[in-house]
């Protein structure tokens, strides 16, 4: 089974490093894991580089049997854009996601944490941040979308009990994906043989 | 034609207001505006409230024949996260996506700006931020798996080319690309019909 492993560690200055050991606890679980693209190689000459990581990374989503996407949240309140995009394009494409965060707590606090909490809370009803606008209040840690995409298949993201010291690196919520992400395989395995 | 109009706008405290003023310009464009979820409504009392919105929202996307994106940083450098979901939804479902900024410059720029620009160069060529992480350095607005998925219909992101008044709120580029959508899809339908 191929696992597509989403997340921001392409930016890291060692992401061939990071990526070598994420595909290498796959290969532990007995999985292969499609490490994602961003400047490694030369693209045909007719196209962008830009456009050729795009399709190179929708290649190999596509290529995927699950996606384990690195939610941790990235330059912001949230996780990365590209990872969200890649999230919503498995979904659509019928495909198991499972995910981690390497920040713990929810959506909610974190947003007031970062930009501020609003004095009153709005007439909708809704928490607001300091920056005037709404903050979703459904215990999830980030918006919606991308949480309900986890929870599709089951399996809510793995967050941390403690807190991380490198964040950006640290491989035990990755491996506890992994883990869920054998079980749940196995499980539809055994559910489609008996059909 | 029926637009889906994903974007950050469900989180302003007038949202119902934004949504029927996005609404309004759809039609007067010839198309229907299906504006997303946030908390609008009592689901069905066995599945969550945050449940119902996701189901509500994907239902919603399946139904639109392209989407316009409002692609406005939210809360970060980056577009809202369950924008950049949607945009990935409807990629693989195969639906042309038009996007617009409120906010000009480019993501390199936007990063530096916001984050801090690292002194030296990565040894891999690529730029850094402070943060310590690479920045993507593509020329394009937001990441290049959200860019790319516009600049596949051959539809750029719509940004302004002087500084918005309100960003959260201006139309003058949403507006833009309802014109770009209703080109767009007349031209498509034109190629089908000769088909």
């Not at 089974?1 to 392409?10: C, F, W």
């Not at 499972?98 to 009153?120: E, M, P, W």
């Not at 709404?134 to 979308?145: K, P, S």
Request: with cysteine.
């Amino acid at each position: 089974m191929k696992l597509y492993l989403a997340g921001p560690d392409v930016f890291l200055p060692d992401a061939t490093k990071i990526g070598k050991i994420k595909q290498e606890l796959c290969a532990k679980h007995g999985f292969a894991g499609l490490f994602p693209l961003d400047n490694e190689f030369m693209p045909d000459t007719r196209v962008t580089l830009s456009k050729a990581i795009f399709d190179g990374n929708v290649a190999m989503l596509e290529d995927a049997d699950a996606v384990i996407a690195n939610l941790t949240p990235f330059r912001g309140v949230s996780a990365d854009v590209g990872t969200a995009f890649e999230v919503g394009y498995a979904f659509a494409r019928g495909k198991p996601i499972f995910g981690y965060s390497n920040v713990k707590g929810d959506y909610l606090a974190r947003v007031h944490q970062t930009i501020g909490k609003s004095v009153a809370m709005g007439e909708d009803g809704r928490p607001y941040a300091a920056d005037g606008q709404a903050v979703e209040n459904f215990g999830r840690f980030d918006n919606l979308m991308v949480a309900e995409a986890l929870l599709a298949n089951g399996s809510d993201v793995v967050k941390p009990e403690a807190d991380v010291a490198d964040v950006l690196r640290d491989m035990a919520a990755f491996e506890r994906c992994l883990q869920i992400a054998d079980a749940f395989l196995k499980r539809s395995r055994r559910v489609s043989a008996v059909r």
